[in-house]
Nanobody, 124 residues
């Protein structure tokens, strides 16, 4: 029932910027950690950035100083601001979130959910 929908991907020149958004919907009671992963052709999926419910962040060394993860709890949305983009940032970016769901406010379940991915291409 929970869905994560990403937006904001596209084609950008090296040095440019993009802002990715991922909005969660469904019978959400609360959201714990949220994050962004990426997968380039021929490479394993890797963690790009993560943010806890309390706002603590973690970044891959390759993006530290260039990317910023943030969240808007009222909107159940996580963002990834990507600046100074490089060709090696080209990948499909996936958001994920650990979400506690409830349909009655009494019975709860915790699960890890993934978006379908959004393509980011950095090329001149």
């Amino acid at each position: 029932q929970v869905q994560l929908v990403e937006s904001g991907g596209g084609l950008v020149q090296p040095g440019g910027s993009l802002r990715l958004s991922c909005a969660a919907s469904g019978p959400i009671a609360s959201i714990n950690a949220m994050g962004w992963y990426r997968q380039a052709p021929g490479k394993q999926r890797e963690l790009v950035a993560a943010i806890t419910s309390g706002g603590t962040t973690n970044y891959a060394d390759s993006v530290k100083g260039r990317f910023t993860i943030s969240r808007d709890n009222a909107k159940n949305t996580v963002y990834l601001q990507m600046n100074s983009l490089k060709p090696e940032d080209t990948a499909v970016y996936y958001c994920n979130a650990e979400i506690v769901t409830s349909r009655d406010g009494r019975h709860f379940a915790t699960g890890l959910y993934w978006g379908q991915g959004t393509q980011v291409t950095v090329s001149s």
